[in-house]
T-cell receptor, first 112, second 114 residues
Framework: DAKTTQPPSMDCAEGRAANLPCNHS???????VYWYRQIHSQGPQYIIH???NNETNEMASLIITEDRKSSTLILPHATLRDTAVYYC?????????????FGRGTSLIVHP | DAGVIQSPRHEVTEMGQEVTLRCKPI?????LFWYRQTMMRGLELLIY????????DSGMPEDRFSAKMPNASFSTLKIQPSEPRDSAVYFC????????????FGEGSRLTVL
């Protein structure tokens, strides 16, 4: 799996957009970008994933650069409950190509 | 579905004792993963199964650790004998080939070895 680089920590004001970056310069053509988050003491939770195009769901938006070497997870209106560690993972989507390896992630603190 | 179910949620034991952690994956999921999380090492993949068969156990720290999946709805992670450095939160996760790769995690088993 491609290695990812994320800032260790970020903070954001409640109600503002939180933009979490991830670098994955060695990503290969068939690898997806996945984002998970882990709220303290809970298991990681899937947020969103994408291959080439930008994606949006009820939780977040994912912006992938044209060269696919980096991406940004956007929480459009952060709340205190979004305080968590956010993990960016690059992996194939199926079969033996999918071995989800987690790095250290970004610790996001949303403050009032 | 109730999601991935792990037991026990908390376990406190003494060094040298055997520990067994249990996991029930989501019905229909054909991949099962065991992870360990510590402050020092983060979230580490220990072993994963496909259709009940262990595929990669290279993350298992040593012979004291073993994992089994006797059927599609049950897996165990056993530590014998346990040591204080095994203290961690152990997560089980599952996924299906029919979805696009997202993992579903259990709430974890917090192990403390005294």
């Amino acid at each position: 799996d491609a290695k990812t680089t994320q800032p260790p920590s970020m903070d954001c004001a409640e109600g503002r957009a939180a933009n979490l970056p991830c670098n994955h310069s060695t990503i290969s053509g068939n690898e997806y970008v996945y984002w998970y988050r882990q709220i303290h003491s809970q298991g990681p939770q899937y947020i969103i994933h994408g291959l080439k195009n930008n994606e949006t769901n009820e939780m977040a938006s994912l912006i992938i650069t044209e060269d696919r070497k980096s991406s940004t997870l956007i929480l459009p209106h952060a709340t205190l409950r979004d305080t968590a560690v956010y993990y960016c993972i690059v992996s194939g989507a199926s079969g033996g190509s999918y071995i989800p390896t987690f790095g250290r992630g970004t610790s996001l603190i949303v403050h009032p | 579905d109730a999601g991935v179910i792990q037991s026990p949620r908390h376990e406190v034991t003494e060094m040298g004792q055997e520990v067994t952690l249990r996991c029930k994956p989501i019905s229909g999921h054909d991949y099962l993963f065991w992870y360990r999380q510590t402050m020092m090492r983060g979230l580490e993949l220990l072993i994963y199964f496909n259709n009940n068969v262990p595929i990669d156990d290279s993350g298992m720290p040593e012979d004291r650790f073993s994992a089994k999946m006797p059927n599609a709805s049950f897996s165990t992670l056993k530590i014998q004998p346990s040591e204080p450095r095994d203290s961690a939160v152990y997560f089980c996760a599952s996924r299906s080939l029919e979805n696009t790769g997202e993992l579903f995690f259990g709430e974890g088993s917090r192990l403390t070895v005294l």
